[in-house]
């Protein structure tokens, strides 16, 4: 769903809004005050639009405002304004807008312009080229979208054992490969459902992060190992397949044995009030996955604490 902010005193513009895309479905339109603003920018909308004139404040200092905020650096603003003044209108541009459109609206011109600039920011924020995944940015400002919202969600962290190895042994092509495979398996058990508010971002290397609002996150755990395990072995050629391992010389010459790459998910169970801000969700991830990975073979650990509890309650399964 493409969340689409209007800063508006009044209906009109929102309305004729939801008539142009009354066909397209993932798009939705919600009109704000001006003074609700701050509120608005903790939900990082896909898009704002700023109809200049129904507002007594000075929609230059909006974009601004909107530019300043970290979370939102990036998101599209459209001012809509009867204004005909060059200057204003370069001024507006200069102060963060990325289109100023003056009323009244062409219905194609508005449809073309909302619909081309999502897309391509949706392209623009993927930016692993590998794994056509989001990376750091939008994972970070989901996560926050999340805890402000003081939402129930799962944070799965999850990356590829011995994976070193298999780079050395096989080769970087290789080594891309199962990362695509990789992003592909994560993806497609996260996103089971036809329609959920899932997420699955792409860290870097062999790094990936999953954001889950399904209570039942440790089945899609599970799923993503079975499948992993279940075709991770084409991988390789069938001698390595058969011993279990691969062998890979050190840095002194001598061969080391390493198990067939697997992979370790750390989950971490986010409920409100538990964490104030996403470094603390990190610290959780990286304790639950780091005990994944001491654990052979394809496992997930879970850390079920809640927000008043000290101790580690986690559940680890090998698969």
Do not use: W
């Amino acid at each position: 769903m493409q969340n689409i902010y209007i800063i508006d005193n009044e209906q009109e513009l929102k309305e004729q809004l939801k008539n142009i895309f009354k066909e397209e479905k993932v798009y939705s339109f919600k009109q704000i005050k001006t003074e609700e603003i701050d509120t608005a920018l903790k939900d990082i909308p896909a898009l704002i639009i700023i109809n200049e004139d129904t507002i007594e404040e000075d929609a230059c200092k909006l974009c601004y405002k909107i530019r300043d905020n970290d979370d939102n650096a990036i998101t599209p603003i459209i001012v809509i304004t009867s204004c005909k003044d060059r200057s204003h209108k370069i001024e507006e541009l200069a102060k963060g807008a990325n289109y100023v459109i003056e009323n009244p609206i062409d219905r194609d011109y508005i449809y073309y312009i909302i619909k081309n600039t999502i897309n391509l920011l949706f392209i623009n924020r993927k930016v692993s080229p590998l794994t056509n995944l989001p990376g750091n940015v939008q994972i970070q400002a989901e996560m926050k979208k999340r805890l402000a919202r003081k939402e129930y969600f799962a944070m799965l962290y999850i990356d590829l054992d011995n994976f070193k190895a298999y780079n050395d042994a096989y080769g970087f092509s290789n080594g891309d490969e199962i990362i695509k495979f990789t992003a592909r398996t994560i993806s497609k058990n996260v996103h089971y459902k036809e329609e959920d508010n899932n997420f699955v971002g792409h860290i870097g290397g062999d790094d990936f992060i999953a954001i889950v609002e399904d209570e039942d996150f440790e089945k899609i755990c599970q799923n993503i190992i079975i499948e992993f395990d279940a075709n991770v072995g084409k991988y390789f050629n069938e001698e390595d397949v058969k011993k279990g391992y691969i062998e890979v010389p050190n840095r002194k010459g001598i061969m080391e044995q390493f198990p067939l790459t697997s992979i370790s998910i750390g989950a971490v169970e986010v409920e409100p009030k538990r964490f104030k801000n996403t470094l603390e969700i990190g610290e959780a991830g990286a304790q639950v996955k780091h005990l994944s990975k001491t654990i052979p073979g394809s496992t997930y650990v879970i850390d079920r604490r809640k927000h008043e509890d000290v101790n580690l309650v986690s559940i680890t399964t090998k698969m």
